[in-house]
Structures are given as C-alpha cells and as structure tokens.
C-alpha cells in the first residue's frame, strides 16, 4: 500500500519560510521521480517542483530561485524547502510520486502566507 504523508505547513508573514516534508511507503523510494504540486482556491493543482532519482531538479517559474526541492532516500522522504514567501504561494502544498499507469497523491498540508 503506497502512502505519502506531508507535514510542516502553516501560517508565515511574507518573507518568510517554510520546510514541507512528503514521508512516503510503499515505493522503492530511491528509483522515483518526486513531485510537489500545489492547488490554490478556485484554482487548477500546478506543478511547482521535480527531482528525479539522481538528484536533478526542475521548478516552476513562479518559485525558481526560492524554493528547493531535495529527498533522503534513506529516509524514504523528500522536502520542500519554501523561502521568501509570497502571499500568491498560499495553497495546498501536495506530493506526488507516479509509477505508471499510477500516481499517488498525499492529503496535502496547507501553506498560508500573510501580508
């Protein structure tokens, strides 16, 4: 049974940072792709960052610069190292991990960045 777990998210002013962590089961961690996506209000789940098993690294626009991807694989775990938020980055932060034909989603932890 494949599970990811988010955690870490929160109420921040802007500027401010946050780390979000995707604990995840069930997967051969080390072989996978990693995602994170976020989904605003009102708005479609966008892809905001990749790493892929040896350790490259690809953003969204919106967050190049600010944001960091990065995984353990000993610890099964990747992360989202936020910086310099903005209050356009409040969403529902989401990993994903896809194994074709699936993927797996997390339940999400909620970003909230005040102005």
């Known amino acids: 049974q494949v599970q990811l777990v988010e955690s870490g998210g929160g109420l921040v002013q802007a500027g401010g940072s946050l780390r979000l962590s995707c604990a995840t089961s069930?997967?051969?961690?080390?072989?996978?792709?990693m995602n994170w996506y976020r989904q605003a209000p009102g708005k479609q789940r966008d892809l905001v960052a990749t790493?892929?098993?040896?350790?490259?690294?690809n953003y969204a626009d919106s967050v190049k610069g600010r944001f960091t991807i990065s995984r353990d694989n000993a610890k099964n775990t990747v992360y989202l190292q936020m910086n310099s938020l903005k209050p356009e980055d409040t969403a529902v932060y989401y990993c994903?991990?896809?194994?074709?034909?699936?993927?797996?989603w997390g339940q999400g932890t909620q970003v909230t960045v005040s102005s």
């Open positions: 994903c991990v896809r194994t074709v034909p699936y993927a797996y």
């Open positions: 069930g997967i051969i961690f080390s072989i996978n792709a």
């Open positions: 790493i892929t098993s040896g350790g490259n690294t």
